[in-house]
């Protein structure tokens, strides 16, 4: 899967998206397919996929936390389960946060791993059992909804409500990674984060083909001691620009900003770079949570960096209190049911 968005996905498209139209045609065809058909391994606990329709960020990891968080309110033991995207690990990987890095695992997990057990693998089935091996009593995939291999009992797919789907075309002519019609059909319901309007014409879409629709906000921890400082804002994530609105409205003044790739290991040169601009502007350093992560003791100056720049964190917040409950007990009751006609097939 295409992992870096070029930036005409996310504008009306043009040229180049009906030049590529063609081999989107292909490519549609065959990932519609792979979803329609696919044969799904079960295991004996609830698994709730959290996806998108496109490729890039659109909240996923943090509604992944802010699901497992209502789970342990209710007793329950969660746990993740993630590709691990930009790790090296080929094994079945119960993240360690004392002795595993961005590069072992991928960066995701370890936020992940901060929240609930968290297991990384290539294939998802293997890393599902292993979880019920730990002794989780609900998975949490984040991502694989077009490609897992594992029965899921409630699929939410987050939608970004200022990107929505881009120009609507599918890779590589535009973000979509499967057609609409295929994700829809699989899909349990729907998340729009944020107030903006590019996603409602898709969340029209799913409601009237019966999908539950739920909103929510992304919203900073903060307190306020950044109002009116001078910073440097760096990212290496999906929709920088995201960030960096965040980064505004705590009040902060930005200076400068410096993007990176999605999942980008930083050089010691960028990182260099980074504390010194910073220093020639007189900025304090701000970045995500997730690019922290990335930033390894030992690499350079990568330690001075990360004790240089503030973290704005963010949690996602549902306008309905009870949507994360809502959302676990219909995945609870789901499994129930699954298990129950695997039982009655045997």
């Given at each position: 899967m295409v992992s870096e968005a070029p930036p005409f996905w996310w504008t009306k498209a043009d040229w180049r998206a009906r030049a590529l139209w063609p081999f989107s045609w292909v490519y549609g065809r065959i990932a519609g397919m792979r979803m329609d058909r696919a044969q799904r391994a079960s295991v004996p606990v609830p698994v709730i996929c959290i996806g998108n329709f496109t490729v890039g960020g659109a909240g996923k990891t943090p509604t992944s936390i802010a699901l497992a968080r209502v789970i342990r309110e209710k007793g329950l033991k969660p746990g993740f389960l993630s590709r691990g995207y930009g790790g090296s690990l080929d094994v079945t990987t119960v993240v360690d946060l004392e002795h595993h890095r961005a590069r072992d695992v991928g960066d995701e997990p370890l936020l992940l791993a901060k929240e609930a057990l968290t297991v990384v693998c290539r294939r998802?089935?293997?890393?599902?059992?292993?979880?019920?091996?730990?002794?989780?009593?609900?998975?949490?995939?984040?991502?694989?909804?077009?490609?897992?291999?594992?029965?899921?009992?409630?699929?939410?797919?987050?939608?970004?409500?200022?990107?929505?789907?881009?120009?609507?075309?599918?890779?590589?002519a535009g973000p979509v990674r499967a057609p609409l019609s295929n994700q829809l059909r699989h899909a349990t319901a729907l998340l729009k984060i944020g107030d903006g309007t590019e996603a409602d014409a898709l969340i029209r879409r799913a409601a009237r083909a019966g999908k539950q629709i739920y909103e929510a906000d992304v919203i900073r921890r903060d307190d306020g001691s950044l109002n009116g400082v001078k910073v440097l804002a760096w990212a290496g994530i999906a929709d920088p620009e995201?960030?960096?609105?965040?980064?505004?409205?705590?009040?902060a003044v930005i200076e400068e900003t410096r993007s990176f790739p999605d999942h980008h290991h930083f050089s010691e040169d960028e990182i260099a770079d980074l504390l010194d601009q910073a220093a020639a502007l007189g900025c304090q350093l701000v970045t995500t949570a997730k690019d922290l992560v990335r930033l390894e003791p030992g690499h350079g100056r990568a330690a001075e960096l990360a004790a240089a720049s503030r973290v704005i964190e963010i949690d996602v917040r549902f306008d309905d209190p009870m949507a994360p409950k809502k959302i676990i007990e219909t995945a609870l009751a789901a499994a129930r049911a699954r298990k129950l006609r695997e039982g009655a097939a045997k």
């Open positions: 998802r089935v293997d890393g599902a059992r292993r979880l019920v091996k730990e002794g989780v009593d609900i998975i949490i995939m984040d991502d694989g909804f077009q490609s897992a291999r594992l029965a899921f009992d409630f699929a939410l797919l987050v939608i970004d409500s200022r990107r929505g789907i881009g120009n609507g075309y599918l890779v590589p995201k960030f960096y609105r965040t980064v505004r409205e705590t009040g």
